[in-house]
């Protein structure tokens, strides 16, 4: 399983400045290179080196450092044309399409270049590398990270790692291969619903209510307004700021949460039951006043960090069809429209019980998290007469 971890550089000032100026070279490079595959349409990476390599080489680069530039460019082409094929750009025609259809890709002065083994080198016991600049190799730079991840590094760092720099913060972020915990035998399933007003709900009783988050991404819709009304450069960089300041504070909640559910589950020896919840933006019909909420909602985030924890200690996982489960009983399995009262309260008109609607969604996930997982293991090979 491959996860990343991220280190924070710390150098001095000659060698900042030689990262600094590192990055924008490659990106210039790697701008170049776009435009040239552009022009003359070069579908393939080989291709596409036969006409640049050589250049690179004379603009400075060293041969790795070239590479993965041209590699850089070609994986962004590819990404390009995997998206126009899903739809992700809009339809033919449209205004978005065109503009992304019409020009070469470009590349921020401070874009992330990939480093493979011979450029970069760790030194663990010290927490410095060694890495390839324009003007050198320069050794000797000093990192910090936490300890379980500097534990991670040393035990699982495996293949590239992209150097980055933000707001005049160098980072390396590297890639690891963590190998995936063997799967126990669940003695159970734990139901997880996952909402706007409470992010998660799970039937063993735990919930995440999603108040202080929703309170948080409100504000911070009403600070946007504010700063796009006054169309300046200093908004605009404050917007971009505000961005990734919500971004990091969503993922932050995303992962308590994560963490919270897959420990319960390993502690008690049981499975999870996630409801399958991809395409869910496209097929739900909303008032635009829901709208935004729905669009902010980081579910399949939350989504992708149980599942990565679930398989990294073990526990089993799986997905469920969620179809009417906020309609159904969890006693007695009747369905009906009219059993959801509100958003919060559930009232089953066949037996009578009355619960939270969440609380209750999550029991019938369990439910059918054990039913699915039973009929994974049956066989389904005929009996030999």
């Not at 663990?124 to 379980?148: H, L, M, P």
């Not at 006693?331 to 009906?336: A, N, W």
Request: aromatic residues 6%.
């Amino acid at each position: 399983m491959k996860i990343v971890a991220q280190v924070k550089l710390i150098p001095d000032a000659a060698q900042a400045s030689a990262l600094s100026a590192t990055l924008r070279m490659v990106n210039d490079a790697a701008n170049w290179v776009s435009e040239v595959a552009f022009v003359n349409d070069v579908p393939r990476e080989y291709e596409l080196r036969k006409h640049t390599y050589a250049q690179l080489k004379e603009q400075g680069l060293g041969a790795q450092a070239a590479q993965h530039v041209i590699k850089k460019v070609r994986d962004a082409y590819t990404t390009l044309h995997a998206n126009l094929r899903a739809g992700n750009l809009g339809p033919k025609g449209s205004k978005r399409r065109i503009k992304a259809e019409s020009k070469s890709i470009t590349f921020r002065p401070d874009a992330a270049q990939p480093y493979d083994d011979r450029c970069l080198s760790w030194q663990y016991d010290t927490q410095t590398v060694s890495i390839w600049t324009t003007a050198g190799r320069i050794k000797n730079v000093s990192f910090a990270c936490a300890a379980d991840a500097l534990k991670v590094l040393r035990q699982y760092r495996k293949g590239e790692s992209d150097l980055i720099e933000r707001n005049g913060v160098f980072y390396l972020i590297a890639t690891c291969e963590v190998p995936e915990a063997e799967q126990y035998e669940p003695n159970g399933f734990i139901g997880v619903d996952l909402g706007i007003v409470n992010i998660a709900t799970t039937s063993t009783g735990y919930q995440a209510a999603g108040r202080q988050l929703n309170r948080y991404r409100k504000r911070q819709l009403a600070l946007r307004a504010k700063l796009q009304k006054r169309r300046t450069k200093s908004a605009k960089r404050r917007l971009k700021e505000r961005a990734r300041r919500e971004r990091r504070h969503v993922k932050n909640t995303n992962h308590i949460i994560a963490k919270t559910i897959v420990t319960a589950a390993q502690r008690t020896g049981g499975g999870l039951s996630l409801e399958e919840l991809k395409g869910i933006r496209t097929r739900v019909r909303l008032r635009k006043p829901q709208r935004v909420a729905l669009h902010s909602w980081a579910f399949a985030q939350l989504g992708d960090f149980i599942v990565y924890k679930a398989r990294r200690a073990g526990v089993p996982l799986v997905f469920v069809d969620p179809a009417y489960s906020s309609k159904e009983c969890a006693e007695c399995g009747h369905v009906d429209r009219l059993n959801r009262i509100s958003q919060a309260r559930f009232a089953c008109r066949s037996c009578g019980v009355v619960a939270h609607a969440d609380r209750n969604a999550s029991r019938v996930l369990a439910r059918r998290g054990a039913t699915v997982w039973t009929a994974g293991r049956e066989s389904r090979v005929p009996a030999i007469p």
